[in-house]
């Protein structure tokens, strides 16, 4: 199928963050840095206006956890036009190119769902901070983490709107089994208080130290949660500077 032209979102220079709580469905210290993704899609048009091709970058950017995960992207592609998938990842600027897990098909029917990274813990670790945690403790400086690319090419063109942004980006939980969704996707991924375990955050976004609560780092995090977004729905402007890592630009962790 030829593309004629490509619609990246959210956009061409920018990305969705990703963030994650990963004890759910218990509540833990709510330090919001478990696992943080920065990632991009790209959807291939054909001339017609119809989807043939979906491509995406994805980056690393904290691990703050004890436990490991596998971070996926899953489009809900029509079932019927098969899809050719290709998924690499590199740990670092310069390192060989890997797939990106085992477990991917090289080809799909109809929902493709993509394992960009596997087994967080053995691929991104600060090796002199505490735990190996990534990003997610006072005065360790930055380090660029691993990049992958995957690429979607369809047998047979869909309609352009049968995927949807910020698509169905979840985390698995290797140590417990369970599987935590964003709060723009599956707002029911919340504990009995209204506490999201997954949300899109601001690509300025930056991440609590390592065991300080959200609302600390955050005071108006709370009115957001039990105003359930209806008040404080900028709480991430506001930052209390003492208790979150500073993520520098994309410039710099984007290679």
Sequence with gaps: QTVANWTYIPAADSFYFAGY??????????????????????????????LV????????ITRGAAYSHDWHLKFDLPAGPLA?????????PGAANQPCAAVNAAQTNGSADVTVFANTS??????????????TVPGRAFIQGPKAT?????????????????????????????????????????????????MLMPANWQPPDEGDHLMDAYSSFL?????????SANWYNTPNANKVYGIPASSVWAW
């Design 21 to 50: 709580e990963d004890l759910y469905p218990k509540i833990g210290d709510y330090d919001f840095n478990d696992l943080t993704v920065a990632y991009r899609v790209a959807k291939g048009l054909n001339a017609a206006g119809e």
């Design 53 to 60: 091709a979906i491509r995406g970058t994805a980056y690393l």
């Design 84 to 92: 050719n998938l290709t998924c690499t990842f590199q740990r670092a």
């Design 122 to 135: 053995s691929i991104f670790k600060d090796s002199g901070a505490p735990s190996g945690f990534t990003h």
């Design 150 to 198: 995957f690429s979607l090419e369809l047998a047979a063109p869909v309609a352009a709107n049968s995927i949807a942004p910020p698509f169905n980006a979840y985390l698995h939980v290797r140590n417990t089994g369970q599987i935590i969704q964003l709060l723009e996707v599956n707002p029911t991924f919340r504990d009995a208080n209204g506490f999201p375990f997954g």
């Design 223 to 231: 009115d957001y949660v039990t105003s359930q977004g209806a008040k």
